[in-house]
């Protein structure tokens, strides 16, 4: 996530780069996870399977992540960018108290989507010596033709996976119900936004008009 929203940041403020990282990064996404882990062994070595794992999983995420965070961020309100920048706010006070809080329910939809994803390919790692639930459909079950073995790792995985959605969704619902959610549905128009009179330029605040 964090390699993500660093290139998201470098996106924005440097638009002309959305094209070169989307475009890899779809690039990376798009090679099968064997070959991927075939390209990667000659630099990481067969000693370290761990480090080629990581590294394939977090390449398979990258664009999941960068494209919804990207969505979340361009969907804030004009009247919402607008109202801050009139209340003082410095753009990395409203990137981080306006515009993250009105993106999150996408951002977190992305984390579901990567979430889920990653689960079913840490399976296939079982191919270049890691355990796990793999190792009992790849080695137990598919070498020893062991269908039980392959039956409860696949199992396995799909209650993983729709734990970890389940998860993900909770955090979704905290989310859309957030103080953020608040300021995009209230600030459609830039008159819902005013500054409270007790602030000043140095801690800043909304107060929000009643609907």
Known sequence: FAISFVLALLIRRLSWLEGPIIGVSGVLYAIPSLALFALLIPFTGVRNPL???????????????????????????????????????????????????????????????????????????????????????????????????????????VLLAVSADLRAESWSSSAKSSPGSAIRRTCRDPMACQPDSASTSSSPSFRWSSR
């Open 51 to 157: 480090l080629t794992a990581e590294i394939a999983l977090v390449s398979y995420t990258i664009l999941i992540l960068l494209r919804n965070i990207l969505a979340g961020l361009a969907a804030v309100p004009r009247e919402v960018i607008e109202a801050a920048d009139g209340m003082g706010y410095t753009p990395s006070q409203r990137l981080w108290k306006v515009e993250l809080p009105v993106a999150l329910p996408v951002i977190v939809a992305g984390l579901r989507i990567a979430t889920v994803t990653i689960i079913g390919l840490v399976t296939v790692t079982a191919l270049i010596g890691l355990g796990g639930l793999g190792y009992l459909i790849v080695d137990v079950g598919y070498r020893r033709f062991f269908l039980t073995a392959t039956i409860v790792g696949s199992v396995g995985a």
